[in-house]
């Protein structure tokens, strides 16, 4: 299946490009990656169209980069601008440049048709500014895995009883049932457990000692940007759904990024409405987030070998799987509207009638 | 080439499997398999029908194996009887399981149609229960190579005066010529050396110093189980061909399971009519094979490498191969039978005569 | 693309065959080789054509080679002079045997129709029998790599400035434009860099401290032999092209030898006309020249990766490239030749008129 690719994807934290040509490979396109002495992030095909090295192979030269080879030269927007041995630049000497923007410490590319490139759609959240909310990147989780599945799991509640049972979730929620809707190219998946002992990030984090009403409501921003929204408060407040803030609510985001078929990275960053400035608390979250992020790596790449081999039979759908089955569709809608051309308004009627 | 469904396979030594779900692949199957409660040896798909999950990655819950996404839950069946989140349990929420039979410390499992499966087929020997034979199991030995070259090595008595010069041949059989003859699921190849040195193998273990009669019996029983029958004599006994339990008499048994078309594993074992109850004879035993082993596994890997290559010319057969030849075509014959349907016999004839 | 066959390729430096069974892979073929007891050496295909076992994994036997499984032998014409088990020796038993020249201790081999083997057609220059003249084995550089891209790589001027900028190139040459002539066989591709200073290889070899006149002649040898004829000699000599000895001249050989298509071995050595006898000075030179092919290694091995990749548009070929599109365009005239049968003659006209 082809990637999306008319969409903002995470291409790394801010702190990851410098002054250094960085190799970065996105749905499967090598990329040279750079900032420019103004400060933007540039990024650029990582191949020279003459003889195929990696121009990440190469010299940068001012804002520019020169082959390792023969010393081809294209600036930040792909034009080349000296072919060494000859006068002339010829226009197919180009290498192709791909639209960056940068916000929140996170940089940002996109990889589809660039007239399509909107930097409204850069993924924000109001609470990125909110001095209520505390914002900690986290790190980048590396998966032998395929991205939809990665994403998948992101927004499918039922495996959090199974996969964490000792940090994300407990026996409680095992047969609590999953709500869905969705809301423009964003699906959610819900669900509250309410009166029930406290999850083990929670007991860390929130202190929690009796029960507890706990929420986790996943947001998928199509196609592979995870929001979850989960806390929990004393059951006692007996919390209205619309009240979340009342409680210790934490965002994890998770921008899963396709890196080729085999492999993803899911930048992963939380926000949170309490403790903040407190640093010790994000490394606190962050120790938790590894240990249960490592336990989905383990179940994502296991299924990532399993679904190289030959299949007997179809697998099965279950009830839980609400929220994934929608994912999918929407996901295949967007490929087929990116991979065809729909030609359904006829110009003209196949025959005219002579009367 | 397709691999023999049909057939009783060695899984594994029965010390192998206990509480613990332990995979284990057979002509390419993922299998899950674990000791129940009631002692038996269960064999079960290794692949969730929800989200392809092997179930070894899942927990056991009594007799049953839990998946560990989304915890469904499956009985040694194969049936499913948990689905998480929802009441009914689909009939097609089931994996395969595959008949085991354990015999003398030895577990075997058929790949076939279930109704084909007949305890009565598994292999068995009445010297397993005969008081003047030891019986010891050996090793498993694991090779880079296609099953029917591990196989057809084994009932080769031409290679052995090359591979083995200094454990099981040595120069006298070079030219010793070979009979074959086949009963039923059985080729057997043989020959008798008659009046010549011992081979290391039986100056070691027999104690023969001066010459002896030396015989070799390749049974091999269809698909994959040889059944060496060897022996040395002294030659002043004269020994006829039906009386061999005269001599030091030694079935060394060879459980060919076939894992992929790249991976083999021979699970080795022995029984001898000498030196019974003496664990030392064991181990000098198992020493001598191991040597001998190795020794094939260096030849059937580097030619499972060249087969990998395409040829220029077609391989030559020789007088040497009439066991292996009869070999290769009863196992087409086998594949044949499996993976075709025959309707020779017609219903009705094509055309009716009129008169 | 498939190689071409019908040429002289090396071996291996005389030092490398000697007793012992040595497994050589040449254009994809895989062959083994030694030296007989008449001091010829033998390179023969190296697969039994009974089960393919490589014979390199068996057993000398005087100028013979046994098979290690069945014992089947070989001799040096590949001819089969003993099947274990039978008396008659079937003409199809045979391996392929491949011509082979000797000369100033390099192994040369014939990898094609063994009728167009002709020895007078093996390289050879006047100056290795030149007393005036120093030669020196240097070493073998192995490269994950396409020979072409290898051979391609050293009829390019072009590129030493980029790549080599403190060893055989400096900025002076960046554009200075470069001369392509072919004669028969051979391509060559030249430029003389005059009254700059001297680069580094110079610096250290020639003890230059002023201005030079550089040269270099890039001789490609179809298919893929480099004779690389560069020196330098002081400016105010104002040196004349075909005065070249009197400068400082060194001649840079590369063999280079298709592997597989991606594998490749460059067999490079040297010969100069200053410090004959001097081992001092060739350990030096060999040190300089080593630091120079691994940087043409790097940046070969990163191009061959690009090509595997799917390539959106195709390469773009620039002024530099007219001794490689030379080159490219005479490697595929010859593939032509050799893949292809020409009946462009006919023998009788296709319509014979009637009148």
């Known amino acids: 299946m082809p990637f999306v690719k008319n969409a903002w994807y995470v291409a790394g934290w801010s702190t990851a490009f410098g002054e250094a040509l960085t190799p970065v490979t996105i749905t499967g396109e090598a990329l040279v990656m750079f900032r420019a ?3 933007r992030v540039v990024a650029l095909e990582d191949r ?26 294209f600036d930040g927007s792909g034009k080349c601008v000296r072919v060494p041995g000859q006068q002339n630049l010829p226009a197919s000497a180009y290498v192709t440049a791909f639209p960056v923007e940068e916000r929140h410490g996170i940089v940002w590319i996109w990889m589809g048709d660039p007239e399509g490139a909107n930097p409204d759609d850069v993924f924000d959240l109001p609470e990125f500014s909110d001095p209520g909310w505390h914002a900690h990147h986290g790190d980048a989780l590396h998966l032998h895995a395929h991205y939809l599945n990665v994403a998948e799991n992101l927004m499918d509640p039922a495996h959090v009883s199974f996969v964490h049972p000792t940090t994300l979730g407990n026996a409680a929620s095992e047969n609590v049932p999953v709500h869905v809707s ?13 009166d029930s002992a406290p999850i083990g990030f929670f007991k860390k984090f929130g202190g929690f000692t009796g029960n507890v009403d706990r929420w986790h409501y996943y947001h998928l921003h199509l196609p592979s940007i995870a929001v979850i929204d989960f806390g929990s408060a004393d059951t006692t407040l007996a919390l209205p759904e619309d009240d979340r803030d009342q409680g210790v609510r934490i965002f994890a985001l998770h921008f899963v990024t396709p890196v080729t078929e085999d492999y993803t990275i899911d930048h992963w960053m939380h926000l949170r409405n309490r403790a903040q400035g407190d640093d010790a608390a994000s490394a606190q ?26 299949q007997r039979r179809k697998p099965i759908r279950i009830a839980i799987d609400k929220g994934p089955n929608v994912y999918r569709k929407r996901i295949r809608d ?16 196949s025959f005219v009638q002579v009367d």
């Open 48 to 73: 020279c169209p003459h003889r195929l090295l990696p121009l990440s192979k190469g010299k940068r030269i001012g804002d520019t980069i020169q082959c390792g080879y023969h010393g081809m030269t």
């Open 285 to 310: 979250m962050d120790a938790m987030f590894r240990i249960a992020f490592d336990e989905d790596k383990a179940i994502l790449e296991a299924i990532h070998q399993a679904e190289q081999r030959p």
């Open 37 to 39: 002495s103004d400060g």
């Open 182 to 194: 969705t809301s423009g190219a964003t699906i959610t998946a819900w669900r509250w457990i309410r």
């Open 334 to 349: 967007l490929i087929e509207a990116e991979t065809t051309e729909d030609l359904g308004a006829p110009v003209a009627p």
